[in-house]
Structure formats: C-alpha cells, structure tokens
C-alpha cells in the first residue's frame, strides 16, 4: 500500500505562517524577507514592549511594524505620504520631494503622517482622487476599461461604457470569491478523490505486471537451462512495461497534486485581497483578473481516463508459452487498436481540433459554429461567428481561438468571448488554409503552397516561411521543434519532416490513391494514418530528430468510404481520432 502522504494544501511553506501555523491573514513581510500573520505580528510586539525595536521570531533581526520608506532603499521611517507618487517617504525623500514641487513633482499632493493619524484619515481615503478632475473622487468603476472614474470622466472619456457604482463592484467581487471559494474546495475534494484513484489502478498495473511474471516463471521453470537468458530478457520486457506505467501514472498523480497547490495559491490570493480594510482601485482591477485565472484553473477538465487506459493496457497484454522445447519459452501478446465509436453527421467534417482528453471541437462544411463532441457522444454547440464559415480550428491557450474562415487567405485570432483579437492575411495558395498551435502558441498556416507560414501567437507578426516541395495542407509543430507535413489528399500523398531552417527530414511516401494524415501527442511520438478505399491503416512513429522510426502497425480498421478530405488528433496517450467526410471515429490504440 502506498505509504499516507501530507496534505500538499498544508504542505507548502510559501502559505503557512511560522508563528500560527495556519494559512496567512493579511500576510505582512518584514525587512529580513520573513512573513507573518498582521494579528500575529502585533500579539508578538505586544511581548516585546521593554524594547523600542521589534526583533524578527525567526532571524532577530531588528524590524518595525511602523511604516517604512517605500520611496527610497533605507528603510527608515516614513513622515509624510504623496497622493500622486503612492509613495511613503522619510525625512530625506520628504525633503527632496519639496524641493522639485515647482517641476518635477508640480501639483503632486503631500500629507503629513502625524496630521493622517491625528484626523483619523485613511490614505486610501486619500488616494481616492482622480489624476485629471483632481477634486472628484474615483468612485465609479468602468467594467470596459477595468479602472476606476470619477462621473466628469464617464463623459469625456468613457462614454457608452459600462460603468457600476463601487460598493456594487466590491459586491460583486465578494460574491464571485464566495462562489470560487466553494468551487474550489467542491474541486479540490474531487481532485483529492481522483489522486486516491490513480493510487489504486498503480496498484492494479503492480499486479497485472505480477501475474505475467509468474506466467513467465512457470513456463521457464519447465524448460531446460539453457533457456534462462531468454527468461531474463522477457522479464527485463515486463519491468520496461511497469517502470513505463508506473512513471505515467506517477505523473497523473504529480499533475493532480501540482493542480490542487496552483488553485489554492491563487485561492490564498483571492482571499486575501477580498479581506482588506480599503479596496484600492489598482487591487481591485487586479483581484479581478486573479478571479478571472482562477476560475480558468477550475474550468480545465479532470483526466479521469488515463490511469484506467494504462491499466487496461497492461491487462490485455498476456504471455504466450512455446510448447516445443527446442524455441524460446515464448513472447507477449500485442493488443490491437479498436474503433470504440462512430457518429455521422449531416455535413462533411472540414476542421477538427482537441478539446482535452475525451473529446474534440468539429467544424462542418458551411457552418457558422463549432460543435464539442465527446467520446460517448456528448455534444455541445460552441462558439458562433455571424457572417463567416469555419474552415479549420484551433486552440490556444486562454481559451484562444484560431480560425480559418471562408476566405482564401484570410485567419482570425478570437477571445474566449468570441471578440476578434486580430486578423491575419496570408500570402494565397491552392486551398484553404489549415491552421494548427506550436508548444509556444505559435501559429503554423499550410494552404498547398510552397511554404509553410509560421506566425507568433498573437498572429500580429510571420516570424518566418518554411519552404517545402511537397504542396503541404496540413502542418504541425512538435515539442522538440521539428515541423511535420502533409500533402494530404494529393497524389502522391507525402508525409515530410523539416526543421525551422527548411532542413529536409524523413519523407514517407503512399502508393497512388492512398491518403496520409500525420498527428503529434505529448511526447512527440506520431501517428500516421493511412486512409485506401473504406480501410483505416494506423502506424506509430518515434520521432529522432528529424527522423521517423517506426514503432508499431497496427492492423486495418474498416471505415465508412466518404471523402478524402480527413483529420487525425491525438487525445491521450491510448485515444485518437479521426474524421472522414461526414464520419467522426474514436479509436483506442494499444498503450506501447
């Protein structure tokens, strides 16, 4: 059994306070760099009075809880605060300030610490005027530009905004913390619950692997000696297979963990910045984009697939003994790849793109929108884009979306709203133009040109062409940087490797009316799928350099005929799919 491991929320030190050891409240850091809890600090202090100096708990090093100089690198105490600069300043800085109020500094607005302590003013109190109608306070906040306004700036600058009143906007925040707070814990509960899972099918690869080692034995047991170095070689096989899933599942498990420590920083985050006295207007445009990359963090889907797809894996995997004494004492069965589904639509699939781990996002030839679909049959209708057909998609991160429309040459660039970031125009080609995403966001363009177009994530710039003989219609990158082609439907259909540079690498070539579409996963191992009269024909790649060693083939899986035109994606480690015409195939392939 897997030994009790700690709670990885109570784990980091980065979150915990050294004096309650609780999460940080209203978390203060001292000029040595250590942090406290405000209240634990001020309840330390409260033991310290017989010295003038308070002593850091962790270093004594000497500290205040006073204000500080933020104006200059001393650290000295801090007699008077400017409205303008947002700094705190000691005598030195005070004094230079005042003496650059005629050019530098002209209208900036200084206030005495003493006078704010014996008035009671707070100096977010203070810094609550507006920079252009200095006498009007910034109590409206616009929800286009995300700042705060005072009313004469609604007029003149932000006019036809949206803008809301501050304690509204302050309500609103507390009531989406509140409701993140408990998505959060809802979801670190299933995580938690997922982790427990993932422990459990390791343990069912343990024995999988165990029985065929115990079938190997007893087949070698009854051979003679001299049999023993294949013994050897076979079990080597099995403890390959085992260390492989067992540093796969490994993962998964370190992918849950790492996930339930990003949410709770920013969940920490979150609930601290809702916690203090003053909103300013800064924390709050930035307590919202914390909000909004939280909820981003909690949207993503859990993989609840993989653990069990590697057990399976090895499950099917059995141990075939020899009954002649004279050969090896035997070899593995290879499992065979399966379609596990199939669903038909009324129009042709002309775009198709991976939306995590069961499930891809389809566009049909003439549509105005896309369609999630999942391996189970699950659909889901997504964005739509008024006056403009898909021709291909693809995703970035943020949910980002990459769109080839109707247009010979033009892409676009979407928000997760649906709101166009921007427009990119390439040079024109024999078709329309296949878009595919980079390991950096990059964007990759083929159009059946002499090139492959390589723009940067934002689409605004094209970093550099690709030159390439073949008439690519299809191109992806994979993580070690090689660029993967595809003529696709042409005949000869040509599968190629390049570098960035043009540098040519492996060329695979089908025989006439044979159609090759490539795919790229996680660990830069590709599928090539090889599409003749109704047959489906899948190989695995192992990727060296710019060379393709092929792995495996597995046998022919019969399709329904339909066009040429066809889309493989790699979904997980043991799924694919693959679209052809109007057919959407979800194939499980063995997990070598």
């Known amino acids: 059994m897997a030994e009790?491991?700690?709670?990885?929320?109570?784990?980091?030190?980065?979150?915990?306070?050294?004096?309650?050891?609780?999460?940080?409240?209203?978390?203060?850091?001292?000029?040595?760099?250590?942090?406290?809890?405000?209240?634990?600090?001020?309840?330390?202090?409260?033991?310290?009075?017989?010295?003038?100096?308070?002593?850091?708990?962790?270093?004594?090093?000497?500290?205040?809880?006073?204000?500080?100089?933020?104006?200059?690198?001393?650290?000295?105490?801090?007699?008077?605060?400017?409205?303008?600069?947002?700094?705190?300043?000691c005598e030195g800085c005070d004094e230079g300030h005042g003496q650059?109020?005629?050019?530098?500094?002209?209208?900036?607005?200084?206030?005495?610490?003493?006078d704010v302590k014996e008035k009671d003013i707070s100096i977010d109190e203070l810094s609550n005027k507006c920079s252009i109608h200095k006498r009007d306070d910034k109590d409206l906040f616009c929800k286009d530009c995300k700042v705060f306004i005072c009313y004469k700036c609604t007029i003149v600058s932000h006019r036809d905004h949206v803008i809301k009143n501050q304690p509204d906007v302050v309500d609103e925040?507390?009531?989406?913390?509140?409701?993140?707070?408990?998505?959060?814990?809802?979801t670190i509960a299933s995580l938690k619950e997922n982790i427990g899972f993932i422990e459990n099918k390791k343990e069912g690869v343990q024995e999988a692997t165990q029985k065929l080692r115990a079938d190997v034995m007893e087949a070698v047991h009854v051979k003679s000696i001299q049999l023993q170095e294949n013994e050897r070689m076979l079990l080597e096989q099995v403890d390959?297979?085992?260390?492989?899933?067992?540093?796969?599942?490994?993962?998964?498990?370190?992918n849950a963990v790492n996930r339930i420590q990003n949410i709770s920083r920013s969940l920490a985050l979150v609930k601290d910045g809702i916690k203090?006295?003053?909103?300013?207007?800064?924390?709050?445009?930035?307590?919202?984009?914390?909000?909004?990359?939280?909820?981003?963090?909690?949207?993503?889907?859990?993989?609840?697939?993989?653990?069990?797809?590697?057990?399976?894996?090895?499950?099917e995997v059995k141990f075939l003994p020899t009954d002649n004494i004279h050969e090896e004492v035997g070899q593995f069965s290879t499992p065979t790849?399966?379609?596990?589904?199939?669903?038909?639509?009324?129009?042709?699939?002309?775009?198709?793109?991976?939306?995590?781990?069961?499930?891809?996002?389809?566009?049909?030839?003439?549509?105005?929108?896309?369609?999630?679909?999942?391996?189970?049959?699950?659909?889901?209708?997504?964005?739509?884009?008024?006056?403009?057909?898909?021709?291909?998609?693809?995703?970035?991160?943020?949910?980002?979306?990459?769109?080839?429309?109707?247009?010979?040459?033009?892409?676009?660039?979407?928000?997760?709203?649906?709101?166009?970031?921007?427009?990119?125009?390439?040079?024109?080609?024999?078709?329309?133009?296949?878009v595919s995403i980079g390991p950096s966001d990059e964007i990759l363009v083929a159009n059946k040109s002499s090139q492959v177009f390589i723009y940067e994530s934002s689409g605004q710039t094209l970093t550099h062409t690709i030159p390439t003989p073949n008439l690519p219609k299809q191109a992806f990158a994979t993580m070690s940087g090689a660029i993967v082609t595809s003529s696709c439907d042409a005949n000869p259909s040509v599968v190629q490797l390049f570098d960035k540079d043009g540098n040519a690498g492996t060329?695979?070539?089908?025989?006439?009316?044979?159609?090759?579409?490539?795919?790229?996963?996680?660990?830069?191992?590709?599928?090539?799928a090889k599409v003749k009269?109704?047959?489906?024909?899948?190989?695995?790649?192992?990727?060296?350099?710019?060379?393709?060693?092929?792995?495996?083939?597995?046998?022919?899986l019969k399709i329904s005929p339909g066009s040429n035109a066809c889309y493989l994606v790699c979904l997980s480690r043991g799924m694919l799919a693959f679209a052809c015409g109007c057919w959407l195939y979800f194939v499980k392939v063995p997990y070598i």
Request: with cysteine; glycine share 4%; aromatic share 8%.
């Open 100 to 114: 650059l109020m005629t050019t530098f500094f002209k209208g900036h607005q200084v206030v005495s610490l003493d």
């Open 276 to 315: 203090t006295r003053h909103l300013e207007m800064d924390r709050l445009t930035e307590h919202s984009l914390l909000c909004e990359e939280l909820e981003a963090i909690l949207g993503e889907a859990f993989d609840e697939t993989s653990a069990k797809d590697i057990v399976e894996s090895v499950e």
């Open 507 to 528: 060329s695979i070539r089908a025989l006439q009316g044979e159609y090759l579409y490539p795919a790229v996963d996680s660990k830069d191992r590709i599928f090539i």
């Open 337 to 434: 790849c399966r379609i596990i589904n199939k669903f038909e639509f009324p129009k042709h699939i002309q775009g198709m793109v991976k939306k995590n781990i069961n499930s891809v996002v389809i566009a049909q030839y003439g549509g105005q929108s896309v369609i999630k679909i999942k391996s189970n049959g699950d659909k889901q209708d997504m964005q739509k884009l008024p006056s403009m057909f898909y021709y291909d998609i693809a995703f970035q991160s943020r949910s980002k979306m990459v769109v080839s429309s109707n247009s010979y040459y033009e892409i676009h660039v979407h928000a997760k709203d649906g709101s166009r970031l921007a427009t990119m125009e390439v040079p024109r080609g024999g078709d329309y133009p296949k």
């Open 173 to 186: 925040l507390k009531n989406t913390v509140d409701r993140l707070i408990k998505l959060s814990e809802s």
């Open 4 to 89: 009790q491991e700690e709670d990885p929320l109570m784990s980091s030190q980065n979150l915990t306070c050294p004096l309650c050891l609780e999460m940080f409240k209203d978390a203060t850091i001292l000029t040595c760099g250590h942090t406290f809890c405000r209240i634990c600090l001020e309840n330390y202090d409260e033991t310290q009075r017989e010295v003038a100096d308070m002593a850091c708990p962790l270093c004594r090093v000497t500290t205040k809880l006073d204000s500080q100089c933020t104006a200059c690198e001393f650290g000295k105490d801090a007699v008077s605060f400017c409205i303008a600069c947002s700094y705190y300043m």
């Open 533 to 556: 009269k109704g047959t489906l024909l899948l190989t695995l790649y192992e990727l060296k350099g710019l060379d393709l060693r092929k792995k495996a083939q597995f046998e022919k």
């Open 240 to 254: 390959a297979l085992q260390e492989r899933c067992d540093g796969d599942i490994d993962t998964l498990k370190e």
